[in-house]
Antibody
Framework: EVHLVESGGGLVQPGGSLRLSCAAS????????MNWVRQAPGKGLEWVSI???????SYADSVKGRFTISRDNSNNTLYLQMNSLRVEDTAIYYC????????????WGQGTLVTVSS | EIVLTQSPDFQSVTPKEKVTITCRAS??????LHWYQQKPDQSPKLLIK???QSISGVPSRFRGSGSGTDFTLTINSLEAEDAATYYC?????????FGQGTKLEIK
């Protein structure tokens, strides 16, 4: 069974950094496109970033230059390094596998909450 | 950026009713449109991919249709467990975007 588990969220001050992890099981992260999607409290879904099988990546304009997506093939884990965090980055962060044939996202992890506040 | 507009934002429905949720894209996206269900305190779950393709394990009462700019999610014979927020998502062009969501309340 394919499964994703995020970790690394928490409370951080504005301007701080945090690294999120997404551990995969049942499939190989390096063979797949992987995404981060976030959801601010009580709000809708916002796409954050994608990493392709060749390690190239794309980002939403709102996080470009501050966030970096990467993966560790030996640990079968996806990461999101978040620097220069802002209050508006407060959200639940989900990782999701991308079906490269259709672009649909499945499965999703359970999410990890990032709170940026002083 | 491609904007997806869902209608309605909220709907209160009774069990066994038929529900239709629409998603309109600001530019043509072919069939690169997917639907998700999110229940309270849960992560989103894929319901329909590529506009109309069914997903293993998803009840057959969930159907998707459309192409280009106009898409529809239909729930036939609504059940109490279908209370959730539904989102459409386009993967035609980066950045990926989502509709604002449609919240279904079961009376």
């Amino acid at each position: 069974e394919v499964h994703l588990v995020e970790s690394g969220g928490g409370l951080v001050q504005p301007g701080g950094s945090l690294r999120l992890s997404c551990a995969a099981s049942g499939f190989t992260v390096s063979d797949n496109y992987m995404n981060w999607v976030r959801q601010a409290p009580g709000k809708g879904l916002e796409w954050v970033s994608i990493i392709y099988s060749g390690d190239s990546a794309s980002y939403a304009d709102s996080v470009k230059g501050r966030f970096t997506i990467s993966r560790d093939n030996s640990n079968n884990t996806l990461y999101l390094q978040m620097n220069s965090l802002r209050v508006e980055d407060t959200a639940i962060y989900y990782c999701a596998r991308d079906d490269r044939a259709t672009g649909s996202l499945d499965p999703w992890g359970q999410g990890t909450l990032v709170t940026v506040s002083s | 950026e491609i904007v997806l507009t869902q209608s309605p934002d909220f709907q209160s429905v009774t069990p066994k009713e038929k529900v239709t949720i629409t998603c309109r894209a600001s530019q043509t996206i072919g069939s690169n449109l997917h639907w998700y269900q999110q229940k309270p305190d849960q992560s989103p779950k894929l319901l329909i991919k590529y506009a109309s393709q069914s997903i293993s394990g998803v009840p057959s009462r969930f159907r998707g249709s459309g192409s280009g700019t106009d898409f529809t999610l239909t729930i036939n014979s609504l059940e109490a467990e279908d209370a959730a927020t539904y989102y459409c998502h386009q993967s035609s062009r980066l950045p990926y975007t989502f509709g604002q969501g449609t919240k279904l309340e079961i009376k």
